[in-house]
């Protein structure tokens, strides 16, 4: 099983609404990825997290929070977007961060900001 | 930061044709790592090169990680339908790697 499972699929939000993301795998992998998508472009780091612990954060605005309740389960907290911050959310998971290893992508979520 | 550079940018093939792309980098690479992207969808992981030199099949694809550890190549042979869409290189450069550096895409379209 490499199955990293995002909801929504979808999310259309206003610039007042909060909303969150979720990312969860079971594979057994410690370390959790964000990335942003935006059309016909390559994928863009945005958090990591190790063991639960946020290890990167490349230098994303704080309207976007992650979370990392355990092992298996990955949050996006979205408050006061920019309808800039419309693209796909891609969640990843690979066994350990600082590894060279694979990564496994969930479907992403598409989100729009209006 | 570190870059990738990928080519060609996108590629207009007939069916059955074999398709070759490939990425670049100016620094030492431990992991190179080539993924699928169809529209609306995350990427999905094709082949894993861990090793100089590294030859590795899948079915119809081939990659290669390159002796320099700089480069790598992906083939296609006899393309189908099915193969249309975006393929990304990425890499690992280790010790204390921040998540995958992605190349731009190769976007390839089949023409019947």
């Known amino acids: 099983d490499t199955e990293v499972t995002q909801t929504p699929k979808h999310l259309v939000m206003g610039m007042t609404n909060k909303k969150s993301l979720k990312c969860e795998q079971h594979?057994?992998?410690?370390?959790m990825y964000w990335y942003k998508q935006k059309a016909k472009k390559p994928p863009e780091l945005m958090f990591v997290?190790?063991?639960?612990?946020?290890?990167i954060n490349e230098s994303v605005p704080s309207r976007f929070s992650p979370e990392c309740p355990n092992s298996s389960l990955l949050n996006l907290h979205l408050h006061a977007l920019q309808p800039e911050d419309s693209a796909l959310y891609l969640c990843?998971?690979?066994?350990?961060?600082?590894?060279?290893?694979?990564?496994?992508f969930g479907q992403g979520t598409r989100l729009t900001v209006v | 930061g570190q870059q990738l550079n990928q080519s060609p940018q996108s590629m207009f093939i007939q069916e059955g044709e074999d398709v070759s792309m490939n990425c670049t980098s100016s620094?030492?690479?431990?992991?190179w790592l080539w993924y699928k992207q169809d529209p609306g969808e995350g990427p999905v992981l094709l082949i894993a090169?861990?090793?100089?030199?590294e030859l590795t099949s899948n079915g119809r694809l081939t990659a290669q990680f390159g002796i320099t550890r700089k480069d790598s190549f992906l083939n296609i042979s006899a393309s189908i339908p099915s193969d249309v869409g975006i393929y990304f290189c990425?890499?690992?450069?280790?010790?204390?790697?921040?998540?995958?550096?992605f190349g731009k895409g190769t976007h390839l379209i089949i023409q019947p």
């Open positions: 594979m057994g992998h410690r370390a």
């Open positions: 997290y190790s063991y639960e612990k946020l290890s």
């Open positions: 620094s030492i690479f431990n992991t």
């Open positions: 990843a998971s690979s066994h350990q961060a600082h590894r060279t290893d694979e990564a496994f």
């Open positions: 090169l861990y090793k100089a030199g």
């Open positions: 990425a890499g690992y450069s280790g010790g204390g790697a921040d998540g995958l550096t």
